[in-house]
């Protein structure tokens, strides 16, 4: 099964079974490092039988969705690195930087102020193994982030989906399928305006 796209300090918003609000609305949030996440529609592919989706795990996703969202995009608008280096496996790390992976973060953007975050209810997709233990889980993101930059208003969004394995009790970003659209009179000259990135 392939499942390949979105926060520390940040605002998460976990649901509880089918029909919850949380899943009909946007959610916007606004200061640096913030970003609210709820859960679209769950879906669970099953090895076996047995397997369901925990909501231990739905929000452990979420959490992990939001963190990436954090670092990728909140940290450099802040004027912090964009490292992504304690949130994803070894295997994915060397992709996380160098050509092809400008979707992937924010990074050389510049500091942007009064930044805010909307981002849609993120649908998830959890694959169970034999033991219906949850072990890869897919966050599919829609996000909008946008603020004032020097030299004038940024809109940035980021839209498609992340991959993540559980080793342990921690969900890691090993791949993903990102489209990311920059625009305003903020954006660096040089920085790329729409771009794409795939790992496998």
Same mark, same amino acid.
């Given at each position: 099964?392939?499942?390949?796209?979105?926060?520390?300090?940040?605002?998460?918003?976990?649901?509880?079974?089918?029909?919850?609000?949380?899943?009909?609305?946007?959610?916007?949030?606004?200061?640096?490092?913030?970003?609210?996440?709820?859960?679209?529609?769950?879906?669970?592919?099953?090895?076996?039988?047995?397997?369901? !989706?925990? +909501? @231990?795990?739905?929000?452990? *996703?979420?959490? =992990?969705?939001? &963190?990436? #969202?954090?670092? %990728?995009?909140?940290?450099?608008?802040?004027?912090?690195?964009?490292?992504?280096?304690?949130?994803?496996?070894?295997?994915?790390?060397?992709?996380?930087?160098?050509?092809?992976?400008?979707?992937?973060?924010?990074?050389?953007?510049?500091?942007?102020?009064?930044?805010?975050?909307? !981002?849609? +209810? @993120?649908?998830?997709?959890? *694959?169970?193994? =034999?033991?219906? &233990?949850? #072990?890869?889980? %897919?966050?599919?993101?829609?996000?909008?982030?946008?603020?004032?930059?020097?030299?004038?208003?940024?809109?940035?969004?980021?839209?498609?989906?992340?991959?993540?394995?559980?080793?342990?009790?921690?969900?890691?970003?090993?791949?993903?399928?990102?489209?990311?659209?920059?625009?305003?009179?903020?954006?660096?000259?040089?920085?790329?305006?729409?771009?794409?990135?795939? &790992?496998?």
């Amino acid at each position: 099964m392939q499942i390949a796209a979105l926060v520390g300090a940040l605002t998460v918003a976990a649901c509880g079974g089918r029909g919850d609000s949380a899943r009909d609305a946007t959610t916007t949030t606004r200061g640096p490092g913030s970003v609210t996440l709820s859960a679209g529609p769950v879906t669970v592919e099953r090895t076996a039988a047995a397997g369901e !989706a925990d +909501p @231990a795990d739905v929000e452990a *996703l979420l959490a =992990a969705g939001a &963190a990436y #969202v954090r670092a %990728a995009s909140l940290d450099p608008m802040a004027g912090r690195g964009a490292s992504l280096r304690n949130l994803v496996t070894p295997e994915a790390a060397s992709r996380t930087t160098g050509p092809g992976a400008e979707a992937l973060t924010d990074a050389g953007l510049g500091r942007i102020e009064d930044v805010r975050v909307t !981002a849609a +209810p @993120a649908p998830i997709t959890i *694959l169970t193994d =034999a033991n219906g &233990a949850a #072990v890869l889980g %897919a966050v599919t993101i829609d996000v909008t982030i946008s603020g004032d930059a020097a030299k004038g208003p940024v809109t940035v969004r980021r839209i498609g989906e992340l991959a993540f394995t559980r080793v342990g009790a921690t969900w890691l970003l090993d791949s993903w399928r990102l489209s990311v659209t920059r625009d305003g009179r903020g954006i660096p000259t040089g920085a790329p305006p729409s771009t794409t990135t795939e &790992a496998p």
